[in-house]
């Protein structure tokens, strides 16, 4: 009796140790989406930068008036600052999206964990009932052997 009411208790362990598992797969898919986000957008600030280095290179060509190239160098400088404020939040995502990894692999080892207790308690389970079920047997068999002579 104690060994199935352990097994009930490491069954409920089991299913919350799926939860949590579940609650870091969702973690983790978050984690994954933000980092894909931050590279789209840095993406999108180095085809802007290119871009803009390429009109850049144009009007230079043409001639450009000492006002201007302030302006465009003060731009193309703002530019380059979230170019590179970009690359270090993608590096910061990159960490998260690892951490959420690793915690989501520890989860998953804990809830097989649990699932290998359940499996051994079972097993436990089913050999004590057929060592009770066996006793019974033999008694049945001993008393009816008794009954005939």
Known sequence: MANKQSTQTLTLLSQLAGDEVELAMKALAHAMKQLEQGQQQKSLLSQYQQEYQQQ????????????????????????????????????????????????????????????????RARTLNEKIERKRDQKLMDEFASRAKRTTM
Not at 64 to 80: H, I, M, P, T, W
Not at 82 to 94: C, D, K, P, R, T
Not at 100 to 105: D, P
Request: net charge positive; glycine share 4%; no cysteine.
């Open 56 to 119: 850049w290179q144009t009007v230079v060509q043409k001639g450009l008036k000492a006002d201007l190239y302030r302006n465009f160098q003060g731009f193309f400088s703002q530019l380059e600052t979230a170019v590179n404020s970009q690359n270090a939040q993608i590096e910061q995502l990159q960490a998260v999206v690892l951490q959420r990894q690793q915690v989501l692999q520890e989860k998953q080892r804990k809830q097989k964990s649990y699932e290998v207790l359940i499996t």
